[in-house]
């Protein structure tokens, strides 16, 4: 069964304090790999796309990564408006499975 | 800045009645989604729509779902006789046609509660 897993559930961060978000994924067919961002009450938004492993995307304070079994999201100095629940989303055979995302909150 | 677009933003019923939900989709998108996302869950597919049918479904998308797109612009998803267990948050997605991506444009959802 295809299965995208997130740790850690919860992560608490001073602005400023830079981390990582893990995601585990067992896929059959990987096809890509997608971080999402959902805000409280909202629908998911877009962020990154990975096809292979090795591959980077950044946008901004945000950098995903591939390996062939991980994908991480390194925040880089982060600021309040960068909490939110993070959901990683694997593509493969089957519709696309969603992690139960990491919520971050960044204090001020 | 286009978008999709979903109404009711919340909807409450009593077991048992229908309930239709509302989408309008980017509009020169092609495929066509309904996820669900029980509170504190992951969010979970229920049903993908290309070129007028149904493409795929889950589990979870019995024969008390149905989709229907009745015009160029609409796309909904009717619960035929609602119960206690289908209460969550109803996104809508759509996506671009072409090479594959997993970039879809989501909704800011329906959130449906059944008393």
């Known amino acids: 069964e295809d299965q995208v897993t997130q740790s850690p559930e919860a992560l608490r961060l001073q602005e400023g304090e830079s981390s990582s978000l893990n995601c585990s994924y067992t896929v059959s067919g990987l096809r890509g790999l997608f971080w999402y961002r959902q805000d409280p009450g909202k629908g998911p938004e877009f962020l990154f796309t990975?096809?292979?492993a090795g591959e980077e995307k950044e946008k901004e304070r945000l950098k995903a990564t591939l390996t062939k079994k991980e994908s991480f999201l390194h925040i880089t100095a982060p600021k309040p408006e960068d909490s939110a629940t993070y959901l990683c989303?694997?593509?493969?055979?089957?519709?696309?499975?969603f992690g139960k995302g990491t919520r971050l909150s960044v204090i001020a | 800045e286009p978008e999709v677009t979903q109404t009711p933003s919340h909807q409450v019923t009593q077991m048992g009645q229908e309930v239709i939900l509302r989408c309008v989709p980017i509009s020169n998108h092609l495929y066509f989604y309904w996820y669900r996302q029980i509170l504190g869950q992951k969010v979970e597919f229920l049903v993908s729509?290309?070129?007028?049918?149904?493409?795929?479904k889950s589990e979870i998308f019995d024969d008390q779902f149905s989709v229907e797109r009745p015009d160029g612009s609409n796309f909904t998803l009717k619960i035929r006789s609602t119960k206690l267990e289908d209460s969550a948050m109803y996104f809508c997605?759509?996506?671009?046609?072409?090479?594959?991506?997993?970039?879809?444009?989501f909704g800011e959802g329906s959130r449906l509660t059944v008393l």
């Open positions: 989303v694997a593509g493969g055979n089957t519709p696309l499975v």
């Open positions: 729509f290309y070129n007028n049918e149904i493409s795929e």
């Open positions: 990975l096809y292979s």
């Open positions: 997605a759509s996506k671009a046609g072409g090479t594959y991506t997993g970039e879809l444009f």
